[in-house]
């Protein structure tokens, strides 16, 4: 049940998910902003699972803004000091103003994912915020982790995955993983407890 609470100073600038906002403080005014150009807001819906636009919040005097992710669970901060983040589909919460976002494709391996055709791309020197569904589990990948598909949040760029199979076909066809992502290289990667898929599957004998 994750949920931000934003402090801005006087002039500052704080930008979020269309649709987002719990509350507001009469000192803050909040406009719909497409940052980057239409085309950028246009890879965002299409591609990146996030709103044609986001929402700017400006404030005249000190005030606080409340930013309530759609999904049940947790909400992490992540500080950017020149660095970069790769975002999968509907994760993206909120960022600082000088955090930039851009759309990455995922290559044909994304197709097979379960976290969307392309990623998020968040860089700069700032603050992004990023939601799950269920917990959050940060891991310091050394090496190898295999992820089960929907599972994946966030993770840095220098890591890299394939998709494949648990094993060999008997393994992948009955150890009811199916496809995994088999990610390597150094760096962290955010990972949330529960996916959707999941509970839509786990709901559909009742849906008659």
Excluded at 23 to 28: N, Q, R, Y
Excluded at 37 to 47: E, M, Q
Excluded at 90 to 105: D, P
Excluded at 135 to 150: H, I, N
Aim: with cysteine; aromatic share 10%.
């Amino acid at each position: 049940m994750g949920h931000l609470v934003v402090q801005l100073a006087p002039g500052e600038k704080f930008y979020s998910e269309g649709g987002a906002m719990s509350f507001l403080d009469p000192s803050v005014e909040i406009q719909p902003r497409l940052l980057g150009g239409f085309l950028k807001g246009i890879g965002r819906k299409l591609f990146g699972g996030e709103s044609l636009f986001l929402s700017e919040y400006t404030a005249t005097r000190a005030g606080k803004v409340g930013i309530a992710p759609g999904h049940l669970g947790a909400v992490e901060e992540c500080d950017l000091k020149g660095n970069t983040i790769m975002l999968t589909s509907g994760s993206y919460l909120a960022h600082t103003k000088a955090v930039n976002l851009s759309v990455r494709f995922g290559g044909l391996r994304s197709f097979f994912s379960g976290e969307g055709v392309c990623l998020i791309e968040c860089s700069g020197v700032g603050k992004v915020f990023f939601n799950t569904y269920g917990a959050m589990v940060c891991r310091e990948v050394r090496g190898a982790l295999t992820v089960d598909t929907g599972h994946v949040v966030a993770f840095e760029p220098t890591l890299d995955y394939t998709i494949g199979g648990m094993g060999g076909i008997k393994q992948t066809l009955f150890s009811g993983e199916g496809l995994v992502m088999k990610f390597r290289g150094n760096g962290k990667i955010w990972l949330q407890s529960r996916t959707v898929g999941a509970l839509a599957g786990w709901l559909r004998p009742y849906c008659r």
